[in-house]
């Protein structure tokens, strides 16, 4: 319990970090971003309009700064994380729109590209030196492209030309969004490609990283013993497996941040209706709220997985727990 607690104590912490972070951005910038954004809109600014957009910043940028943090910190805890200037809606309410998009492709893919990787891995490692190893060329290749000419690649292939997968979107526009089964099936189906770029671009770390520690962990005493005592293939194949993934998930906390940083790149090239195109779209129009809302909103998202894989190594390694009881 020491433990989850001081773990939970060092992302408060980074939390805080990055909120003030995103406080600061706006105002260290040259120019005043209130009057930037008033300049932007179409019609005349009402005063409630010009209200909404100072409470963005936490009120006006005369006021003194601390004043301005306490505000901004009040309306971030309701909720309120202002008014996106080009779209017209609050902030909070387009990325409730967004994020469950971008969280479900990364999410999915991030998963299935560790589980994939890692069981590869974990038998490259238990036959190295056979056939197999021709995997991690093959692999390491697709790492090496980046994120979205892979993405472009295999749009053109596989959905202009061959018509395999759907080409663009999230969805069909025979269906709409809900709870049905003909709507998840649709999304599913359009996330397949996407999903295949990311796997495909990020699954080679796992696999090298999962089959070297799997090499180094067989030729341990406790795996040499098993063997010799005829215990089951699969049973040794598994305490071997066991504690060579744990470095792996210590590395997943590192490559969540890598990972989004590319599956936003991803939905732009397949235009995914996720946090990608809003954030281009955002800073080519200097939307500040909006900007402020993902940099928010994707950095707690990677916080959270980091404390989720934490929490895993922690009931996967004994160690910890005998470390945090000592």
Not at 27 to 43: A, D
Not at 147 to 172: D, K, N, R
Request: charged share 10%; hydrophobic share 55%.
């Amino acid at each position: 319990m020491r433990l989850i607690l001081h773990r939970l104590g060092l992302y408060a912490i980074t939390a805080w970090v990055a909120i003030t972070v995103n406080f600061l951005l706006p105002r260290l910038m040259p120019g005043n971003p209130i009057q930037t954004m008033i300049g932007k809109l179409q019609s005349n600014v009402t005063p409630a309009e010009v209200r909404s957009i100072q409470l963005s910043f936490g009120g006006s940028l005369h006021s003194g700064l601390v004043h301005q943090y306490v505000t901004y910190l009040d309306q971030m805890v309701h909720g309120n994380l202002g008014v996106s200037i080009t779209l017209s809606s609050p902030v909070s309410t387009i990325l409730r729109g967004a994020v469950p998009w971008t969280v479900g492709l990364i999410g999915i893919s991030t998963v299935l590209s560790f589980f994939i990787g890692t069981i590869a891995g974990a038998l490259l490692g238990w036959t190295r030196g056979s056939r197999l190893d021709a995997l991690i060329p093959t692999a390491t290749f697709f790492q090496a492209v980046p994120y979205f000419f892979l993405g472009t690649v295999m749009l053109m292939i596989f959905g202009s030309e061959l018509h395999w997968f759907p080409q663009l979107g999230a969805y069909s526009l025979n269906v709409s969004p809900s709870w049905t089964w003909a709507f998840v099936a649709s999304a599913l189906r359009y996330g397949e490609l996407p999903m295949i770029s990311i796997v495909l671009s990020s699954i080679a770390g796992w696999i090298l990283g999962m089959r070297n520690m799997m090499i180094t962990m067989v030729a341990e005493d406790f795996v040499l013993m098993s063997v010799a005592m005829g215990l089951p293939r699969r049973r040794v194949i598994w305490t071997a497996a066991r504690n060579a993934i744990l470095p792996s998930i210590a590395n997943l906390s590192l490559a969540i941040g890598l990972v989004v940083s590319g599956a936003l790149l991803v939905e732009l090239v397949f235009n995914y209706p996720g946090v990608g195109d809003l954030l281009l779209n955002a800073v080519e129009n200097e939307d500040y709220p909006l900007i402020q809302g993902i940099f928010l909103v994707i950095t707690l998202a990677v916080l959270a997985a980091n404390f989720i894989a934490d929490m895993v190594y922690f009931a996967l390694d004994p160690r910890t727990r005998t470390e945090a009881q000592s």
